[in-house]
Structure formats: C-alpha cells, structure tokens
C-alpha cells in the first residue's frame, strides 16, 4: 500500500506494560521501539496487517506539559478514549484464548446484528470490541 | 444541584479501578448493585467509593445504572418482539409498575409508545457497531429522577 492512514496511536499508562499486553496477550508484533530514554515511539502491528501500525504512547512531557498529561492520563484510565474495533475471525475462539491469558473482558460475545462480538480493555483503560468478521459469501 | 467541575487531580489508578465497577454495570445492568458489591470492584472503601464514581464519571453510580437499565429496556423494546413484562424484568426491573413509571419519567414516553415511534422510524445504523449506537441514544441523566418528577408536578 503507498497511500493510507499508516499509524494511530492510543495513549497508554506505561509502555512496557502495554507492549507485554499488545504483543504477549493479544498477538501483535512490535514494528518501532526507539529511544528508550526520556522519549520512546513504540508502536506495534497486527500480524496480518502489516500497513498498519498502532502506536502506544505515554501522555507525559516534553511532549504534553504536566497537567494536559495528567488530563489525559484520567480521560485514558476514565475510558473515555474513542472505541477501536479489533475485527477477529471467530470472536468466541478468540475470547476463550484471550481471556485465558488475561485479557480483561467487559463484555462477553454476544449475537448479534449476523455478527458476534465482544468487549475488552488494555491495562491503561482503552475499551476495544471484538467484532467477528461478516461472512460475505452465502 | 449543578455537576460542578472536579478540579482536584484524580488519581488514575483509582479512575482505572473505578472504571472496572463501571464496566461490571454495563455488563450486568439487571442485576443488583449495592454499593459494597462496587466498591468491592473498584478495591475502594465504600465510605468513598460514591463520591469518587461521581466526581470520575459525573453521576452517582446508581443514576448511571439507571441510564444504563433504560438504554437496555430501550435495545429491547426497539429490536426485539419480547412483551414489556419480559423487558422489564431483563433490563433489571422487579416490577412492571416501576418500569413503566421510571421510563415515562426518564423518556417522557410509556414502554409501549416508545415501542411503537421506534417501529416508525428505524434507525438505519447497520454500520455501526451495535453497542455505540445503543450508547448513543443513552438517557443522559444529568438530575436524578425524582428531582425530574419535582419538577414537573411543579410545572
């Protein structure tokens, strides 16, 4: 793909902790992790969608001053971040798996609309629906 | 009373574990909260845990569950054929009488009137996913009830 949306980011408590839960719990590869100091761009891949990158990002400074990181740390833990959607192949299989690793799920699968999907969090509080993939052929 | 802004800092592990009581209710509106049993959830005290779920989220915990009740007796009534009883028993309703006043005072509508608008006017959302258009049409409960009923006798 040359032309696309290629990176999105979601704000996240703590790096590590997060890359243990995108790569360990949920299956993504990492992409980039650079510049472990004070400032480090991580972002990680789902392995069937390598022109995609999600981005997991600490709200702190230089980058946001003090009080907007501590804003965004509470919106972030509050769940108020904007859905994500992780589309799946069979969301009941994906669910047992997931949730025997650790995965914490708000929401089991559910029927519905000729779909079956689910509800987990990250660590840092962004809420992601599983959503089975539609069937196209009859 | 107005919901002021929290200026305080919250601390966010606290939001985060706040935010576990508030998922446990979306998941299982119907069923019964007490305060001990969220509080518990949220690994908080439950002489704090209102107050922290209110200044976190903006409403009392049971005024959010309450949005939560009707935004699923609200799904049910508009997607499914199930009888109003039924509904108000799965949206987390002992009684039929309690349901149907609730709702009236919450949407200004019975359970069946609203049933009936909603067959008329489909929502056409297919594209999105089901759980954020149902969120969307949320009651948003900025007084609680019976403040609500206060003030339309007063009217």
Redesign the interface.
């Known amino acids: 793909m040359s032309a696309g949306v290629g990176v999105v980011g979601v704000y996240v408590?703590d790096q590590e902790e997060a890359l243990g839960f995108y790569v360990e719990k949920l299956g993504f590869r990492v992409h980039t992790d650079v510049g472990k100091g004070e400032y480090r761009w991580l972002t990680v891949q789902h392995p069937e969608q390598p022109s995609f990158q999600l981005g997991l990002f600490t709200p702190q400074p230089p980058t946001l001053d003090a009080a907007t990181a501590?804003t965004v740390?509470?919106i972030?833990?509050?769940?108020a971040m904007p859905?994500l959607?992780l589309v799946v192949g069979d969301c009941r299989a994906a669910y047992d798996e997931m949730r025997g690793r650790g995965v914490?799920f708000?929401?089991?699968p559910i029927d519905?609309?000729g779909s079956v999907?689910a509800?987990f969090?990250d660590?840092?509080?962004n809420g992601w629906?599983m959503?089975e993939a539609r069937r196209t052929s009859t | 009373m107005p919901d002021d802004a929290t200026a305080t800092p919250l601390d966010p592990d606290l939001l985060r574990r706040l935010l576990r009581a508030k998922d446990r209710m979306d998941a299982a509106p119907h069923e019964d909260w007490p305060v001990p049993r969220l509080a518990r959830v949220s690994g908080a005290s439950e002489a704090h845990f209102a107050r922290s779920f209110r200044d976190a989220f903006g409403v009392p915990p049971h005024r959010y569950l309450l949005t939560r009740r009707i935004e699923r007796a609200t799904a049910l009534l508009r997607d499914t054929e199930l009888p109003v009883t039924e509904i108000a028993f799965r949206a987390g309703w002992n009684s039929l009488g309690t349901f149907g006043r609730t709702f009236r005072d919450v949407k200004g509508e019975s359970p069946g009137e609203f049933r009936a608008r909603a067959r008329r006017a489909p929502f056409g959302l297919e594209q999105v996913p089901g759980c954020y258009v149902s969120a969307a049409h949320r009651p948003d409960l900025r007084i609680s009830v019976s403040e609500k009923r206060r003030a339309e006798r007063g009217r």
């Open positions: 408590r501590q740390r509470e972030v833990a509050k769940g859905p959607v914490e708000t929401q089991e519905r609309y999907d509800g969090r660590p840092s509080g629906k959503i």
